[in-house]
T-cell receptor, first 115, second 113 residues
Framework: EAQVTQNPRYLITVTGKKLTVTCSQN?????MSWYRQDPGLGLRQIYY???????DKGDVPEGYKVSRKEKRNFPLILESPSPNQTSLYFC??????????????FGEGSRLTVL | GQQVMQIPQYQHVQEGEDFTTYCNSS?????IQWYKQRPGGHPVFLIQ?????EVKKQKRLTFQFGEAKKNSSLHITATQTTDVGTYFC?????????????FGKGTLLTVNP
């Protein structure tokens, strides 16, 4: 089954404790992206990757890091989480550039709470 | 930077009534996409519009892309309780990048049975 898998789905952590949210897709997609969703603000892009070893900032990259060492994986790293990073995070992938081919496939989401 | 605005933010209807959400971009878009997110779920792709003035239908859903490619609409005829959710439009970032997709804030549709 074609899917985007995120882990963990839920996490409560404390300020400053490094954490990684993993994302994996089994569709051989070149493009992957991270979004955060907050009430009243919709979906905002954090980082995206056009292919292995190629990443770029989205609209709200501060406080986040990403890497793309393998085509299927695109982890989101919070080196020193802060309460303002409490949010619902979505990983998404598509065959090519998101705007070229349409159809972003989203993961189930990871709800992160930073105390 | 580019802005994609959606109105209304919320819409409550009685089952059987029609519903429309509008999307406006501050810049001309090469294409526009629509997604639906059920409560507690993740966004799911509905459609992509590419051509100026394009109209596409999916059963009770009608999608339009404006002639100037700066606005779009989603119209649902005779809403059902299964239509409940948030509808997002999304467009490529201005500046030539086809990799940054900017989402509107969405329209939350609730349907009273």
């Amino acid at each position: 089954e074609a899917q985007v898998t995120q882990n963990p789905r839920y996490l409560i952590t404390v300020t400053g404790k490094k954490l990684t949210v993993t994302c994996s897709q089994n569709m051989n997609h070149e493009y992957m992206s991270w979004y955060r969703q907050d009430p009243g603000l919709g979906l905002r892009q954090i980082y995206y990757s056009m292919n292995v070893e190629v990443t770029d900032k989205g609209d709200v990259p501060e406080g986040y890091k990403v890497s793309r060492k393998e085509k299927r994986n695109f982890p989101l790293i919070l080196e020193s989480p802060s309460p303002n990073q409490t949010s619902l995070y979505f990983c998404a992938s598509s065959f090519s550039g998101a705007a070229n081919t349409g159809e972003l496939f989203f993961g189930e989401g990871s709800r992160l709470t930073v105390l | 930077g580019q802005q994609v605005m959606q109105i209304p933010q919320y819409q409550h209807v009685q089952e059987g009534e029609d519903f429309t959400t509008y999307c406006n971009s501050s810049t001309t878009l090469s294409n526009i996409q629509w997604y639906k997110q059920r409560p507690g779920g993740h966004p799911v792709f509905l459609i992509q519009l590419v051509k100026s003035g394009e109209v596409k239908k999916q059963k009770r859903l009608t999608f339009q892309f404006g002639e100037a490619k700066k606005n779009s609409s989603l119209h649902i005829t005779a809403t059902q309780t299964t239509d409940v959710g948030t509808y997002f439009c999304a467009g490529p970032s201005s500046g030539g990048s086809n990799y940054k997709l900017t989402f509107g804030k969405g329209t939350l549709l609730t349907v009273n049975p």
